[in-house]
């Protein structure tokens, strides 16, 4: 799962080689993803090849666009809550993220009640 997509840059020009993280999983959508430990969501989603972060109210598609927290275009469902900016969230391991349509919504995974 290392790197998938090939999206990453593991070489910089100027900044040099990336320092070696632990590797984590997201799940995106269900789909497990790589990720860097202390890399932003969208890092990890770009780098897996994600061209749709979300949709608007009239549908059309938003990716990043400030890189940096004000915008909103790349705001998604992350653990269940609606309007993460994952440019500036921390991606953890195992977290599920999934695109969002409009304002979104929660999602609340239901207790078995059978109890
Ligand atoms: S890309 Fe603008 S808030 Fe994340």
Known sequence: MTN??????E???ILGDASPRKEITLYFEGR?????EGEPIMA???AAGVSVFRYTKKGAPRRMFCGIGRCTDCVM??????GVRTCVTTAADGMKVERQAGAGRWIVEEENSNG
């Open 44 to 46: 990890a989603l770009v």
């Open 4 to 9: 998938e997509g090939g999206n990453r840059i």
């Open 32 to 36: 497990a993803i790589f990720a860097r």
């Open 11 to 13: 070489r910089h020009p």
């Open 77 to 82: 469902i992350v653990d269940g809550i609606p």
